[in-house]
């Protein structure tokens, strides 16, 4: 008996050397998925047989929603699902829809590494900092497209433009979620209630961003939007204790004077003493403007409200600073809910001639609005995430300012006047003096 278990050791002894081996090269899968997903800044473990050490090392330097987001060094960071028909005992009509939702959720996840694999080559290829600026030029580009489409067709208003967003941020937002085993909901009551506050106030100005389209030009709509910076530092100062310094002051300056430029170019160019000169216009331009815009005080008190509203904006991304355990998952999958509540609640108000939509029309709803505005909202995620030099990564976002002036010029006949271009550059320049050291 005692040769016999003898000889069981043996013959199991390589099964189990394989399984080892198995387990080991599991785990640096798992090591490198979570290392091309950009978690670790584009760091690379060079060393195999220290990888348990270099992981907690990497793991304790993360800041705290990147610590949320990774997953114990035994589980795999992406969820498998069974792609195979089984009898689940509730009926064959839910058994298969249960079928149908494991092999859609299993390509998701397939979706998912793939994405992940591209950008940890990219990384390795350009660093992670210039994939952060990457993906903050592609975020500016990819907003772009549903602001022109709702531009560009009045007939569809801008509360179902905010709802339909929603639902699909919604909808891919809680699937990556499922996909990457991150909590939606499982937090203290207070980031509960700050979740709350930041997605309402991020919904509104949304909302009314696209209500602006409307009444105000391109370019003014992306420079006021893009004023979101100073707001932050202002209150960043005067609500969690901030400093402010000499060059700051100036900054703060030279943008609300762009501002103010911007605003109302007409004033200013009175004052200056050089308006006056360009009096006469051609009839035939009047004509030829796809668009009419509020003027005078109707203008001034549009431009007031976006700016409170954004005001608004500023604090809800200065809430983040106050969360303990919520992840970046649960901060957009709240923000979304609220679009869908806020574009739905101010459907109530609109004339019911909003839902007279063609099919394309709700196409392009889902597809040009939604889509690529959650697209947007996910790069700009993952260049913060890849690029902590977080002055010059915001300046990038001023690029919009600059294709909304050229789209304006090229395809709707405005041309802005010298004194809103200036106005544009000042706003800019105060920004910049602002966020980068």
């Known amino acids: 008996m005692g040769d016999l278990a003898d000889d069981d050791v043996e013959n199991s002894s390589p099964e189990k050397k394989n399984d080892k081996l198995t387990e080991e090269k599991r785990k640096q899968e798992i090591l490198r998925k979570r290392q091309t997903d950009g978690y670790f800044q584009g760091q690379k473990v060079k060393k195999e047989k220290k990888k348990k050490h270099i992981f907690a090392r990497k793991a304790t330097y993360l800041p705290k929603a990147d610590k949320l987001r990774i997953s114990t060094m035994v589980q795999e960071e992406y969820r498998q699902y069974p792609t195979n028909y089984r009898d689940l005992g509730y009926g064959c009509i839910i058994n298969f829809i249960c079928y149908i939702c494991n092999i859609y959720m299993q390509g998701f996840s397939k979706l998912m590494k793939y994405c992940g694999d591209i950008c940890g080559k990219l990384e390795d290829k350009y660093t992670s900092a210039n994939v952060g600026y990457g993906m903050m030029i592609l975020s500016n580009t990819l907003y772009l497209v549903p602001t022109l489409f709702i531009k560009c067709n009045p007939h569809i208003d801008f509360s179902l433009a905010v709802m339909s967003r929603g639902i699909l941020s919604i909808i891919f937002i809680s699937q990556m979620a499922h996909v990457k085993r991150q909590e939606l909901t499982d937090f203290p009551n207070s980031d509960i209630k700050l979740l709350v506050y930041r997605a309402f106030l991020t919904a509104i100005s949304q909302l009314y961003f696209f209500f602006a389209l409307g009444k105000l030009p391109l ?3 992306m420079v006021i939007s893009n004023t979101g910076p100073i707001f932050v530092f202002i209150m960043s100062v005067f609500f969690f204790n901030g400093q402010m310094h000499t060059k700051d002051v100036v900054g703060i300056l030279i943008a609300i004077c762009g501002v103010f430029c911007v605003v109302n170019p007409k004033l200013v160019e009175s004052l200056l003493g050089f308006g006056k000169q360009n009096q006469v216009q051609d009839p035939s331009q009047e004509v030829k403007k796809e668009f009419h815009y509020a003027e005078g ?13 954004y005001v608004g904006w500023a ?17 957009n999958f709240f923000v979304s809910i609220a679009f869908f509540l806020v574009g739905a609640f101010t459907i109530l108000f609109r004339p019911s001639t909003i839902f007279d939509l063609s099919f394309w029309d709700v ?13 947007s909202q996910y790069t700009f995620i993952t260049s913060t995430f890849l690029n902590h030099n977080h002055g010059p990564l915001t300046m990038l976002g001023y ?15 405005e041309v802005p006047s010298i004194t809103e271009i200036a106005g544009s550059v000042l706003v800019l320049l105060g920004v910049a003096k602002i966020v980068i050291n």
Do not use: D, H, W
């Open 219 to 221: 370019s003014i709509n």
């Open 297 to 309: 005080p109707e203008r001034l008190l549009y431009i007031c409200i976006f700016l409170v509203i």
């Open 315 to 331: 604090y809800g991304i200065l809430i983040v600073k106050q969360l303990k355990k919520a992840n970046t998952f649960a901060m």
């Open 363 to 375: 196409m392009a709803l889902i597809f040009i609005v939604g889509l690529f505005s959650f697209g």
């Open 399 to 413: 690029l919009s300012v600059v294709k909304s002036y050229i789209i304006q010029v090229i395809f709707f006949n």
